[in-house]
């Protein structure tokens, strides 16, 4: 696909065929989380990978409820990892840095995912604690779980806000 393609097909998809998810599909949107860039190259996040039916119900529990986390065959738990941030960049690593690392590949990996045919949502609304028993984890903080498979639905755009209300200072003049 075409960059501009990527973007303006993704949409937050919450309805999967139980289909599953090609290796290789999975492995390319893994190498796109991989070339994200990141605070001095630090790369301060994990991702866990969960393909386990019990552990997507578990997360879908988690996140108050939110089923198709447990219908779509993959989620992809983004995590910051303060701990790695932070050796290099105390407390700005610990309690930015990393989140903004976790968030941008996740971002890479969301239009990966498009690129290669599948769909997915973003969710932030689960309980943290929750979702670190689920993961057996303690020292890395989850920040996004992703949903990811085939689209069962074909949302409509969201509206969204007027450029000019977003960008303001020099913004571009007519060519
Ligand atoms: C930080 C963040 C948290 C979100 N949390 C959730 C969530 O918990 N559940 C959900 O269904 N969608 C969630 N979304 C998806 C948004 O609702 C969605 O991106 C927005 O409505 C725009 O729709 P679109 O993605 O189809 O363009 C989240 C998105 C972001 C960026």
Redesign the pocket.
Known sequence: MEFTEVLTHR??V?SYMSRPVEESKLKRIFEAANIAPSAGNLQGYQVRVVRDQSKRNALAKA?HG?GFLAEAPVCLVFCADPDRSAVRYGKRGRELYCIQDATIAGTFAMLAAVDVGLAT?????FDEKEVQQVLEVKSIRPV?IFSLGYAAEQ?Q??PRRAIEEIFQGDFPQTD
């Open positions: 949409r937050s919450r996140a939110q949502v973003w969710v932030g609304d996004a949302p755009p969201s």
